[in-house]
């Protein structure tokens, strides 16, 4: 049994950082690249960014590019999501997600994910 738990959202002014995390439990040996993805109301769910479990190979959308950091703790299980410089536009609820198995191209893809978190809130005011 996979379980992903997201934490660290909140309500932070534009400008500003929020760092979220998601730690992992189950079999957590078997993923190949976290996900993080985030949806906004009346909007599809898009990708954010994603990194390898072994962390050789990281991603970002172009709109956060720049702004936000992904990492890993392996030893913790545990990604993270660094956000600075937030903007209203990032508003959303961000989710965490695993992939397990084999390679796929498709990184920013919701299909290509096995496992989702509940989702952690990030409201940014201008």
């Known amino acids: 049994q996979v379980r992903l738990v997201e934490s660290g959202g909140g309500l932070v002014q534009a400008g500003g950082s929020l760092r979220l995390s998601c730690a992992a439990s189950?079999?957590?040996?078997?993923?190949?690249?976290m996900g993080w993805f985030r949806q906004a109301p009346g909007k599809e769910r898009e990708f954010v960014a994603a990194?390898?479990?072994?962390?050789?190979?990281?991603y970002y959308a172009d709109s956060v590019k720049g702004r936000f950091t992904v990492s890993r703790d392996n030893a913790k299980n545990t990604v993270y999501l660094q956000m600075n410089s937030l903007k209203s536009e990032d508003t959303a609820i961000y989710y965490c997600?695993?992939?397990?198995?084999?390679?796929?191209?498709?990184?920013?893809?919701?299909?290509?994910?096995?496992?989702w978190g509940q989702g952690t809130q990030v409201t940014v005011s201008s």
């Open positions: 189950g079999r957590t040996f078997s993923f190949y690249r």
């Open positions: 997600a695993a992939r397990g198995g084999s390679y796929s191209a498709r990184y920013y893809s919701t299909d290509e994910y096995d496992y």
């Open positions: 990194v390898r479990w072994s962390g050789t190979s990281i």
